[in-house]
């Protein structure tokens, strides 16, 4: 029945000399007791239209116990976002990003995570969609932004380096289509005092891509203030090196996902390469994410990429962890040693 309901309507038909065409997504609950609610079969049915609309339109699903689970635990999790803030338990954890040729450490990138009273240590790949979707995101974002800002401008004045260190933020295209975006940052900087190329702003490719008017201005603007903008997850999505002379960015951050092939075969290296070569030619710079071994580090090196971050390095590190790596480490000559 499902089935010839979506086939059926998935037809185009005339509406006032329009061809109309609609996409259709079923959802079905059944019960054989009578005592069950009608409202809570419709619910059920509900549950389940909502899970074949997420598989993409002309599906149907039928309802199990699992996806009411499923449902409550994501409600659940909704309430407890909402507090997030006001609970204080939202940290910002940093990455440190390395100068390949040196070892020496450049700065580093900031990334969210939640502690949960229950749940432990959530990253956000675990609850962005629920940020975005409950609509807290944006805050969220700022939040982050406003602590790395500080943050990074007390580790400058107090561990003074030949460079002074760089912070890397993410920064959603949500985020970036907001009307006062730039005005934002620009007090940000005055207010924390940050010598503006020392921020980064990580954008993903969606916003190369899309090529908004509102989204290129900001940037545009942002650039103008002399913060730079990184290119994040490069070579995941389908911005290509042809977007990139068009487009105001100033560091590509290559995706772990080429990283971690670089060994497996020559090809990868020789993709790597021409990324690298094509980006100092246009004088963009280039950081290798998720480097895990030695092996992908010292090739990334030899390939002249600038920067590495990921695992092999450290992983996303509390701010008291930074701290006291920074004193011991950077006070000598500024070098990561691993232990
Ligand atoms: P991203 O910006 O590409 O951040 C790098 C992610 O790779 C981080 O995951 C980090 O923990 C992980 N990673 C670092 N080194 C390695 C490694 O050697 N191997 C592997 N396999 N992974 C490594 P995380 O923190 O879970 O963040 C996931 C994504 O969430 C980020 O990807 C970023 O897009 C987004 N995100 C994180 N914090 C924020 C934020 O404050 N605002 C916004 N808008 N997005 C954020
Ligand atoms: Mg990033
Ligand atoms: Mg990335």
Known sequence: MAERIVTTLHHPFHLQGHEIQIGTSVGIATTTSLEMPFTQLLTQADIAMYRAKSRGRGNYVIFDAAMYAEVLTRRQLELDLRQAIEHRQLRVYYQPIVVLATQEIAGFEAVVRWQHPEQGLLSPTEFWSVAEEVGISLPIERWVLRQACYQIAEWQARHPTQSPLMIGVNLSGRQLAQPDIVLYLERLLLETGLPSHTL??????????????????????????????????????????????????????IDGAFVHAINQDDKNGEIVRTIVTLAHSLKISTIAEGIETFDQFSQLRTLHCNYGQGYFFAEPLTQFAVESFLHAYCSERGVIKRP
């Open 200 to 253: 980064m702003l990580e954008i993903t490719e969606d916003i190369v891509i899309q090529q908004a008017e509102p989204a290129i201005a900001a940037l545009t603007r942002l650039r103008q203030l002399g913060v730079s903008i990184g290119l994040d997850d490069f070579g995941t999505g389908y911005a290509s090196l042809s977007y990139l002379h068009r487009f105001p960015v100033d560091v590509l951050k």
